[in-house]
């Protein structure tokens, strides 16, 4: 993280302040570790906090926003007192990776209640992979769907933090692409 953080600086001190990078966005996801389990999860929750502090630090310190990605299920794990750490004092707005259709509130409750308490945006990231690809069901995307189903669930999701920024993505661009031409 503290190499893409250290090539953006360099790349923003070579070109004008129109075109430099506003920010970076991280997308670690500890729970893919070997060492993911009941005994270890606290502890790289702990190294990912430590690691992100200073990361944050550095981006701040050079005008970068630290967008931080994280999965819908965090607080499954009992990790909600990590997350609220991170989005309190590493990141300036939190995507959250919300991959369970139709169950989107419900998924990011907690997180969103957290992003409210400390004024941070909430970026609801929908999956639109084909199901199949990467153990991915049609419970977890909105593939087959469509976009206008998306449309649908967003704006209910938004309806329900409606005192809160919100804003929309999509995984992957490709499977996006995708999806529309289907349309």
């Known amino acids: 993280m503290r190499d893409i953080v250290d090539r953006v600086i360099e790349i923003n001190k070579d070109v004008s302040q129109k075109q430099q990078i506003k920010g970076v966005f ?23 906090l430590k690691n992100m ?36 004092s590493n990141c300036d707005k939190v995507a959250i990776m919300n991959y369970y259709r139709g169950k ?4 990011i409750k907690a997180e969103a209640i957290l992003a409210g308490k400390y004024n941070k945006e909430i970026i609801n990231i929908y999956e639109l992979q084909a199901p199949g690809k990467h153990d991915l069901t049609d419970k977890n995307t909105y593939h087959e769907e469509g976009i206008d189903e998306v449309e649908k669930n967003f704006q ?28």
């Open 26 to 48: 991280f997308d670690v996801e500890p729970y893919l570790l070997d060492e993911w389990n009941n005994k270890s999860r606290k502890s790289i929750m702990e190294n990912l």
């Open 53 to 88: 502090e200073v990361i944050y630090k550095e981006a701040h310190e050079n005008n970068l926003e630290v967008i931080m990605c994280i999965p819908y299920f965090y607080d499954n794990f009992g990790l909600l007192d990590y997350v609220e750490t991170l989005i309190k």
């Open 104 to 107: 989107e509130y419900e998924n």
């Open 156 to 183: 209910q999701l938004k309806e329900k933090l409606s005192n809160q920024r919100v804003s929309i993505a999509f995984h992957e661009c490709k499977a996006l692409k995708e999806v529309m031409e289907d349309e």
